[in-house]
């Protein structure tokens, strides 16, 4: 029975899909690039960043008002101006595409927000010792975040949004009722004494598979808004690797039928040995790869 060795597979969310290795048939290019262009696309990036919050309209004009300055030529700047502009928007996509994968390959059980408290921690504390204690719980207690920085469009107060999978998690739960200024409304939240004695009020919203879609997109949405990069803990993988026989395959899919779509019960092989049918718990055991 033929198969496909080390396929890279990941979930959609509705599918399992293959990738399966093939042969590279190109040659890495040159790097061909001067200083002077690497630092003529640190600057892009930076004004880019500067402006994050501006429409696409007035933050092109701010950018190519400036590199002008350095280009000397305005249709020059504006086709260097428009092909970084679509450099952003294919790392935009790539970066969506990696979180999804990275999502729907992991176990989460809360949607978390983070905020401080102005008598605990400045926002320079906050971001370094929230990010330094959920690393250590991510090493000490296999705890799991995915999450994104967000300042609140009214006071420009800095949050952290999160997916998050703790099997042993530390603290308690207290559920505790107070006002939202910005709803203008009483609210609740299921705060974690852990990080609420630490850092200042926090929410855990138990999270199931039904609701990942729209944890999702709340985190895209954040990223997208503001810039920040995606916060992930260490070790999460993009697929996990298996052998995939033949029969598992419904059909060769996407672009050149590069990708193969499987059945949602085909069995996990890793170096010859069948581990099961895929399942969270066969999942685990498998090797991963970014």
């Known amino acids: 029975m033929s198969h496909y060795p080390k396929t890279k597979v990941y979930f959609d969310g509705s599918h399992y ?19 002077s262009s690497n630092e003529l696309k640190v600057k892009f990036d930076t004004l880019y960043n500067e402006n994050q919050t501006k429409n696409k309209k007035e933050k092109k004009e701010i950018i190519v008002n ?59 504390e906050f971001r370094e010792k929230l990010t330094n204690c959920l690393r250590h719980l991510a090493s000490r207690n296999k705890l799991k975040y995915i999450g994104v920085w967000e300042r609140s469009p009214i006071n420009n107060r800095l ?16 559920e505790i009722k107070d006002y939202s200024t910005t709803n203008h409304q009483m609210q609740t939240a299921n705060q974690n ?24 997109r709340y985190l ?10 995606i916060v992930y803990s260490k070790g999460l993988g993009t697929y996990f690797v298996s052998d995939i026989i033949e029969s598992d395959i419904v ?30 718990e066969v999942i685990s055991q498998m090797p991963k790869s970014n």
């Open 17 to 35: 899909i293959g990738i399966p290795p093939t042969a590279q048939s190109w040659k890495k290019r040159k790097n061909k690039s001067t200083r």
């Open 66 to 124: 400036e590199l002008v300055k350095e280009l000397k030529d305005i249709e020059l700047t504006n086709d260097y101006v428009n092909e970084n502009f679509r450099r952003k928007k294919r790392n935009e996509i790539e970066r969506r595409k990696r979180l999804y994968r990275k999502v729907y390959l992991q176990e989460w059980n809360y949607f978390c927000t983070f905020t401080y408290d102005d008598k605990k921690l400045t926002e320079t």
């Open 159 to 174: 949050h952290f949004h999160a997916l998050i999978y703790a099997p042993n998690m530390v603290g308690t739960f207290e």
């Open 193 to 216: 004494t852990y990080f609420l004695e630490r850092f200042g009020r926090n929410d855990f919203k138990p999270i199931d598979k039904n609701e990942l879609n729209q944890a999702v």
């Open 220 to 229: 895209t949405k954040y990223m997208e808004k503001t810039g920040e990069r």
């Open 251 to 280: 059909c060769a899919i996407g672009k050149e039928d590069r990708k193969i779509l499987l059945f949602d019960n085909f069995y996990c092989i890793n170096e010859g040995e069948v581990l099961g049918k895929v399942s969270p």
